[in-house]
């Protein structure tokens, strides 16, 4: 098989795309980001909510809710919620992404909404980056430190 295939035959006698081709595949993710979808935590860039909302969108993915808790106090106030999210790739692939999120984390100015959506996005963000392989990818560091 000719490397311009940009496909190779693996040990399990499936098709994968040759290392390069998915190189590219992982550096395209990343370039459609803008500097306003990364944000930097402890000197390192970490990719927000937009940003894998964009990558979703460009990769085509679907998202389902698989699961959800919400705990609530006497007072029917939010005080903790978790999500189980899947998503989908046109081809079936799918990967699930769990997320939580505590009132004790920070101060929420709307706790009852802000609470859930915050555990459902790290679930969708979570199940995204482990169904495209780019959880941590990050091809250069630098690039996002002087976009930044």
């Known amino acids: 098989m000719e490397e311009k295939d940009a496909m190779t035959r693996h040990c399990l ?3 994968f795309p040759t290392v390069s ?9 990343m370039a459609i980001l803008e500097k306003s979808d990364i944000t930097m935590i402890s000197g390192n860039p ?3 909510k937009s ?7 460009y990769f085509n993915l679907s998202y389902e809710i698989k699961d959800r ?3 609530f106090d006497d007072n029917r106030n939010v005080q903790r919620a978790e999500f189980v999210v899947r998503a989908y790739m046109q081809g079936g692939r799918f990967s699930d992404g ?4 505590d009132r004790r984390e920070k101060r929420f100015l709307k706790p009852n909404h ?16 482990d ?13 996002f430190h002087q976009k930044v």
């Open 46 to 48: 970490f990719i927000k």
């Open 21 to 29: 081709l998915f190189k590219d595949y992982q550096n395209a993710a």
């Open 13 to 15: 006698d499936g098709r």
């Open 114 to 129: 802000d609470i859930p959506s915050t555990a459902e996005t790290r679930a969708k963000n979570k199940a995204c980056q």
């Open 69 to 71: 808790t919400i705990e």
């Open 98 to 101: 769990w997320g939580s999120c």
């Open 51 to 57: 940003g894998w909302r964009k990558i979703s969108f």
């Open 131 to 143: 169904l495209l392989g780019i959880g941590e990818y990050r091809p250069s560091a630098n690039k």
